[in-house]
């Protein structure tokens, strides 16, 4: 089937919604296959680099706060762990007491994280070339609003 003008307008019109939900979910597989793009670099997804940073960042954490810092069930984020565990990158032990499991990056994380840094900084560089260094800055306080407010 040939596109033509019409049908350009046609796919932006499909492409359009009012839907809150469906919006944010868009424009989040959008953002994160670019992600994904330079951190398959270095063999991590944007998701794997995201934790590898919070670990960086905040220390070892029992796993429920990380989820909670992440935004993420606890299930997925265990899903999330498993390969970053499987390589060394992060280790997840006993936490404070016996219910609980802590998650830590090891040194063959914290290596991985900065050779990982360097492909998430042309990642931000793309994204902000083309949506706009302010409007990005503005983008990330009104998803923190968002993710205040639900």
Do not use: H
Not at 91 to 107: D, Q, S
Not at 115 to 125: F, I
């Amino acid at each position: 089937m040939q596109k033509g003008p019409a049908s350009e307008a046609d796919d932006a019109a499909l492409r359009e919604t009012l839907c809150n939900n469906l919006a944010l979910r868009q424009a989040a597989r959008q953002v994160s296959q670019l992600y994904d793009r330079y951190m398959a670099e270095v063999g991590l997804r944007g998701t794997q680099y995201s934790i590898l940073s919070k670990l960086n960042r905040i220390g070892p954490m029992p796993i429920g706060k990380l989820a909670d810092v992440m935004v993420m069930e606890r299930t997925a984020l265990s899903r999330a762990i498993g390969p970053l565990e499987r390589d060394g990158l992060v280790t997840v032990g006993e936490g404070p007491n016996k219910r609980t499991r802590r998650v830590a990056l090891t040194a063959a994380g914290e290596t991985k994280f900065r050779a990982a840094q360097v492909q998430w900084r042309k990642a931000q560089k793309v994204f902000e070339n083309a949506f706009g260094a302010n409007n990005a800055a503005s983008l990330r306080t009104t998803l923190r609003r968002v993710i205040a407010a639900t």
